[in-house]
Structures are given as C-alpha cells and as structure tokens.
C-alpha cells in the first residue's frame, strides 16, 4: 500500500531546479509539508512560487557540515530526506583537477553524508531516505569515472544505512539522461539536437523528464515494504 504524503514533512535537497523541483511540486500537491534547500537565493524564491502550497526554503550549501547541522536544527521532524543535489564534471580522468573532484565530492557525497547525520535524529520511524545516483556508476563512458565513482558510492551508502537505520528505508533513485536544467549551458538548437541524439540511442527512443523521475521517488517514498534498493529509471540505458 502507498502511504500518503498528506501532511508529513519532506525534505528535498536540491529542490530548486529540475527533478527536485518537480517532487516538490508533486509532494506539495499531495498535501506534504515541502522544505526545498538550495544555494542560490533567486533560485529558492523562484522554486516557492512555483511549488505553492506549504513550502519552506532554507539557504544552506550541503557540503558544508555546519549548514547541513543549522538546517537540521530548524527542521523539527522528518517523514521524508530526499537528495537530489549535485555539481558534476564530466571529463578525461586524465584532465581532471582536484578542485573539480572536490567540488562533486561536496555537492553529491559529503552533502548526503551531513544531512543523512544530522537529520537521522529527527527522523520518525516511518521515515525513507531518498538518494540520487545515475547511470554513469552502472554503464561506463568516457569522460564518466569521478561521477560513476560518486554515484557508486551513494549506491553502496544507501545499502548499508538500510539495515544500521531500519526501520526508516533508505533506497536510491538511479537516472539515464533526463531533460532537465543541467543541460542548460547549451544553446537551445544544440541541446534539442543533443536530447534527440541520446534518446534515439535509448530502447525507450527518448530521454527522460524531471517528472518521470520525480514520481520515481514519490514511488520509494511511499512504498512502505521497499528498503536497500536502486531504482533504474533510464530509458533503458543498462539493457
């Protein structure tokens, strides 16, 4: 049975822009109470506008565990944690810097580390924790190896928090390419063509939405008997 998310608190990092974005319009929707944390003020601002309802934004850089213990304590209980941050690069190892490595280290592991610490305390027992992975950690490409190294990581993290914080879930959503802001440094005819162009690839014939993915984790937030699991949703991409 899928649990309601009428009036319980979901916690969406990430959730100023694409796939976070859409499950806080989604969880709203439903009745939840919506707190979305990002970096970027204009960002939150846009996000309470278009996400509606009862909603809250906290400021707040992840990767920084004093934020992530500030933003915690303004939180007073937690039905759902779901991570969707990230800041990836995708280049030859080769060519990789430290600071870049840093930089996705931050924003896509350390992130979830701090809150997933200071965040379990308020959890309450039906609680799920909702992880952000992706493909890369699962299909090689070149260019790939920081970011599959991270989305790994996250996959073997969800595993083990699954049985040390049971019963609260703890389960991992994994994306093939989605349509979404993070391609938006193209310009509009070179992405359309790089959308179509990945897509025709895929068995589905097509890349993903940001809404796709949000009911992706609206789904592991409300199955109550799902735990310890990744969830591939990527147009078949692993096939």
Known sequence: M??????????IAGGSSGMGLALARKAATEGAHVHILGRSVEKLIAAKAIVGGDVH???????????AQRVAAEIPHVDHLVITAAELVFKPFEEMTDAEI???LSAKFWGAVYLVRHLTPRLTRDASITFFSGSAAYKASV??????ALNGALDGLSRTLALELAPVRVNVVS????????WDFLPPAAREGAMASIGAGLPRGRVGT????????????????????VLHVDGGTNA
């Open 210 to 229: 940001v809404d796709e993915l949000a009911d992706a984790a609206l789904f592991l937030m409300g199955n109550g008997f799902t735990t310890g699991t």
């Open 143 to 148: 260019g790939g190896s920081i970011v599959a």
């Open 57 to 67: 934004t906290h400021i707040a850089d992840i990767g920084v565990e004093n934020d």
């Open 102 to 104: 840093s930089t996705m």
């Open 2 to 11: 899928v649990n309601s998310l009428r009036r319980k608190t979901v916690v």
């Open 175 to 182: 994306p093939g390419v989605v349509d979404s802001p993070v």
